[in-house]
């Protein structure tokens, strides 16, 4: 259903033929050249700008979108022209004009918290707006209760930083100071917040002159033509090579989010029922998301404006899940997430009031705990459909830092988005400290060390904390950092009780565990959702991230992979033989490791194998903790 959106977005194209007459060579220049200025506008955002959450850790994005407002681009999501269309008309937009909004509930879905500040330029040809260049991303600090704009314990928005709907923040190429300086007043870290703007406002006007450059050359019909014809070519291709993967049915699953910040931890249920529907229907081939089931709106800021504009933003967020289903990994990689796969997707959510539909001025500012398990949802509700080739899942960011005074007593925030391991698939383990922001990256310790009062002591694999498998879980980071004055330490991050899952009989990684002074006299684990947690000069921060889930049965595992992962310390001699039942022979220390085949094959043989009778779905000893001594959910059974 659609509701509480002010204007309706109906998806349409440019053209009567839907592209089918545009040059097929020109569709691939086209397509090319809005990549190439894409990377371009983000390249220049990361050269230019101050803050290391922009410059280092590349916590942003830039998309292209056409007149229309639908996404051209598939190199990664971004955040959607519809606030800024629904408030300005676009005939009254000139050359020069950069709009700003970081309203979660003006947003129209397309901004999840505060600190997600966008920037909008029209590009302009034949003396009408013919596109859009946008850019948005995460910045340092935008006002509320603690530094970093992310209270864990709020309880309204109104305590999470200043809200600004879409303005007018250049017109017509004069930037508007008044606005720019009530932003900058209400940051903790103003220098930066003005140059990130700065550098995200003149690198979107100059892809807009880019891109005008590319109608100037093909003509405003020419150039529209190809537009419809990309977006066409990706509802067919998904419609071909990825709904004919998913059989006819219905399927229900559903995850958790595991604390609020407000409540005792308890499950946060986000459940989708997944229908598939046949040719013949009378609304199409498509696939139904049905959010019905899911938990009422929490206290904390854990909730998702998920639900306006029939979730065109959350159909293009979760769509990329759906590329597991390419014939290869090669395949996969090659298929773009654009405007295209909307006409394939649809939304159906509950009234208002829930973790997705929540009503203002509900908290956000922890959304991911709630759109990041989207992602696992929906591949674990289609591994049901598809006897488990989906990956095993994974939980890949959580914001860490420290703040407090410098050495030379200036106040800073250093804050990272650390990644963790990704899930075992079907054919391949998973990957090790992925970041579910494309091109994110942690934070050079040569950098922080230098800009900040504490010392990087070590950076590495956390090891044992992928899941055991047949195609074992990538590992997550362990990052111990030293204080050299006294701080304090932050935390948002889920999954430190509920594990990331294993399928088909691969078991769940390890939570995710912040331990301040580890072997000390004052040893404490810290929650997962702290604001200011008391860090002294000279204790160590240890940070250890989620491991992906296992998928398929340790017990089938290559025994000479596990020796191998022993090797790497990716697996530890004792989970060699607890977790994949593989005897060790030799040792580490004179590179004579092995196994004992014989040895091995006994053990395996003395333990239960995986069996399709057993749970779908391991969620880890966490669930237990959560769901009253049960081992599993009834969902979790195929």
Known sequence: MSRRAPTQFPYGMLTDDAGASADPVLVEIVQGSLASVEMEVETAIGRTSRSPMIRDAHDFRAGIHDRLLRKLTGRSYSALVHPVARDFPIEEMREGDVFFHNDVYRSEGGIGHLPDLCVTVPVFAEGKVVAFVQAFGHHDDIGG????????????????????????????????????????????????????????CSACLMGARRLGELFERYGVATVESCFDAILDRTTTTYRRE??????????TWEDYAEHDGVDDPRLHTQRITLTRTPKDDPDGERLVLDFDGTSPQAKGPINHCGDYSDGVFLKKWLAPILRNLAESPERMAEL?????????????????GTLLTPVFPAPTNARTFVILRLLGVLAGVVAKAVDGKMPADQETIRYTGVYGDDRDGRSYLMREVLGGGSGGRYYADGEDTIHVVPDSRNLPSEFTESRFPFLVESLGLAMDSGGAGEYRGGLGYEKHIRMVKDGHFMSIADRSILACWGVRGGKAGKPFEVTIDAGGPNERVVDALADDEIVKAGEVIRIRTTGGGGWGDPLVRDPELVVRDVVWRKVSPEAALADYGVVLTGSLDDDSLGHDAAATEAERGSRAAWVREDAFFDRGPGYAQLADGALHAEVDLV
């Open 336 to 352: 773009d997430v654009n405007e295209g796969i909307v006409p394939l997707i649809e939304m159906r959510f509950p009234e208002p």
């Open 242 to 251: 990825i709904l004919s993967q998913i059989p006819v049915g219905s399927w």
């Open 145 to 200: 209760a603690v530094p970093g704009s992310m209270p864990s314990h709020a309880t309204s928005v109104f305590e999470e930083g200043l809200m600004v709907p879409p303005i007018r923040l250049w017109d017509a190429g004069v930037p508007n100071r008044a606005a720019l300086s009530i932003m900058t007043r209400n940051s903790r870290m103003p220098e930066s917040l003005a140059a990130d703007l700065d550098a995200e």
